[in-house]
């Protein structure tokens, strides 16, 4: 009796070895976190494998994310008795000291029809908002409407103002030019969809998401754009630290948020988002706050992450199911359960076995990730 009890006991003990949970959820997270970077998609930490999951909504920046982030000038209109050419020059000088996405593009425009460069002096870059310089002995305002406002313009020309309502219905921003506190030209720019924008969003509301988009546009580009790719609602006009509140806001209503960014304006909200995702073709700074990177600046790997994700979740349920599934049937059975009506016992050899089974059974499982396409 002695020894029997003691082989009991020796089976109980191993086959109620936790070995499979222990796999369960880390060979997965392993697996998932591999599938990623083999597509270009760089999760950090098994926490932002696990939150990605649970995104209920989607924030996304849109220069350099929904769109290439390479705007184009399109358009220079001046006041009345205002030389073009010397505007633009001004423009473009003062310009060359600013990172901005749109500054480059006005640059690239005056370099290709290859104006000269004047001295800027006493540069002032007001973050999300414009620029304020010298040049020629003169003070400049350059950028936001309001900013221009904000400074003192008050002159505004009729028949620009009306050019320029036109130019905004069509999606373009504008950048205004005020010269010695007088308006004199606006400056229109545009920046093309990625091809794969409209189709992201899509899948996104396909998968239950909501989708939001943050610019610092004005609302009626916005609009434009938010209806061409299909998002949901936008919030327009947004300084880089008004981002960050428009993500607590969703998340004060319990909303799980995941925020889209590229710029170094985006790296505070990608920060405080529940999980941050980084164009990988954006700011260093950028990457470095959000918990995902994607090295091939598409949004369509936002959605294979998300869908990663899930499929990840999905197999640590499956591995810890068949990990108890073992133990719950396998111990009352080596305990003797069956002894009383079959005289059969469990081994301790084929408890070993069985253990060892319920492991297998856990990687094996885990590894036919490896078969999903994303």
Not at 42 to 52: F, P, V
Request: net charge positive; proline share 3%; aromatic share 4%.
């Amino acid at each position: 009796q002695l020894a029997m009890a003691f082989n009991v006991l020796i089976g109980v003990l191993v086959i109620a070895c936790p070995c499979a949970v222990g796999l369960a959820t880390p060979t997965a997270v392993m697996v998932g976190t591999g599938m990623g970077a083999e597509r270009g998609i760089l999760i950090k930490s098994a926490r932002a494998l696990q939150t990605l999951g649970k995104v209920q909504v989607i924030v996304l920046d849109k220069t350099g994310t929904l769109t290439q982030g390479r705007p184009e000038v399109t358009h220079v209109e001046v006041v009345a008795n205002e030389d073009k050419e010397a505007l633009l020059t001004a423009v473009a000088s003062i310009e060359q000291q600013s990172e901005h996405p749109l500054a480059q593009a006005v640059r690239r425009y005056a370099e290709a029809r290859h104006m000269p460069k004047g001295t800027v002096e006493n540069f002032k870059n007001v973050s999300g908002q414009g620029v304020l310089a010298h040049y020629g002995g003169q003070p400049y305002g350059i950028g936001r409407k309001d900013f221009l406002m904000a400074q003192g313009v008050q002159s505004w020309d009729a028949d620009l103002l009306k050019t320029a309502d036109c130019l905004s219905a069509e999606g373009k921003t504008l950048m205004w030019v005020a010269r010695d506190g007088q308006l004199v030209g606006v400056l229109a720019l545009a920046d093309v969809l990625k091809p794969d924008s409209r189709q992201a969003v899509k899948t996104f509301k396909a998968m239950g998401l909501r989708t939001r988009m943050l610019t610092g546009d004005n609302p009626r580009a916005a609009q434009a754009i938010a209806t061409h790719v299909g998002i949901d609602d936008f919030v327009a006009e947004v300084l880089p630290q008004d981002k960050v509140l428009e993500v607590k806001k969703l998340q004060n209503q319990g909303l799980c948020v995941a925020m889209v960014g590229d710029g170094i304006n985006d790296a505070p909200a990608l920060a405080q988002a529940d999980i941050g995702i980084a164009i990988g073709s954006g700011t260093d700074v950028a990457m470095e706050a959000g918990s995902v990177v994607l090295m091939k600046n598409s949004l369509m790997d936002v959605v294979r992450a998300i869908q990663l994700s899930r499929y990840t979740l999905r197999k640590i349920k499956q591995n810890l199911f068949w990990a108890f599934a073992y133990n719950l049937i396998g111990i009352p059975v080596a305990a003797g359960i069956l002894y009383p009506w079959t005289g059969w016992r469990l081994d301790p050899m084929m408890a070993g076995a069985a253990m060892a089974a319920s492991s297998v059974s856990v990687v094996g499982n885990t590894l036919l990730m490896k078969l999903k396409r994303l």
